[in-house]
T-cell receptor
Framework: GESVGLHLPTLSVQEGDNSIINCAYSNSASDYFIWYKQESGKGPQFIID?????DKRQGQRVTVLLNKTVKHLSLQIAATQPGDSAVYFC??????????????FGRGTSLIVHP | GAVVSQHPSWVICKSGTSVKIECRSL??????MFWYRQFPKQSLMLMAT?????????EQGVEKDKFLINHASLTLSTLTVTSAHPEDSSFYICSVQPGLPSYEQYFGPGTRLTVT
């Protein structure tokens, strides 16, 4: 099955700094990638996605970069705020036993923002 | 996007008892819903696909007789943990996937189950 991993389990940054969260994937045929944010005690929340025909996509204060050559993607958060403290997951769709094409989650990186 | 609720948000039960968790899709009619479990500091693991009006489809390694899923309407799926044991203590999250062109999923707030 799909293997999605994250390089660092925890990332600590100062408020106002930029944060970069990395993710590696194993299936070179993967064509869609999603980043989720999960705050403590809550369900994951969609942040941004990117398709394999793109190298970069920008949202509000977030940018996702995709390097298909090395099967790596990153999530960049500009001017990190305390409210950004959460666990961030990259996810790649795969086939569930029921036939649905749904995200497979990586291990997650815990982002801690110090005021 | 879709709005998903879960009830209860947390529950404590004694070993050997059963507990039911509800997942509601508030603004989207979901023929399919998904149940995940998440252990502390770990990722989400898909348990099963809940199908409206038919049997759920379980992922490999998930005991279907222990985790009973019922999807009686387009807005409600329930997960019943039967004969709960302390190792069933976990965070249970449901989701819906409105469909193409996006594979985006919308997740409920989760239910924290503690079995004593």
């Amino acid at each position: 099955g799909e293997s999605v991993g994250l390089h660092l389990p925890t990332l600590s940054v100062q408020e106002g700094d930029n944060s970069i969260i990395n993710c590696a994937y194993s299936n070179s045929a993967s064509d869609y990638f999603i980043w989720y944010k999960q705050e403590s005690g809550k369900g994951p929340q969609f942040i941004i996605d990117i398709r394999s025909n793109m190298d970069k996509r920008q949202g509000q204060r977030v940018t996702v970069l995709l390097n298909k050559t090395v099967k790596h993607l990153s999530l960049q958060i500009a001017a990190t705020q305390p409210g950004d403290s959460a666990v961030y997951f990259c996810a790649v769709p795969g086939w569930a036993s029921g036939g649905s094409y749904i995200p497979t989650f990586g291990r997650g990186t815990s982002l801690i923002v110090h005021p | 996007g879709a709005v998903v609720s879960q009830h209860p948000s947390w529950v404590i039960c004694k070993s050997g008892t059963s507990v039911k968790i509800e997942c509601r899709s508030l603004d989207f009619q979901a023929t399919t819903m998904f149940w995940y479990r998440q252990f502390p500091k770990q990722s989400l693991m898909l348990m099963a696909t809940s199908n409206e009006g038919s049997k759920a489809t379980y992922e490999q390694g998930v005991e279907k007789d222990k985790f009973l899923i019922n999807h009686a309407s387009l807005t409600l799926s329930t997960l019943t943990v039967t004969s709960a044991h302390p190792e069933d203590s976990s965070f249970y999250i449901c989701s819906v996937q409105p469909g193409l062109p996006s594979y985006e999923q919308y997740f409920g707030p989760g239910t924290r189950l503690t079995v004593t």
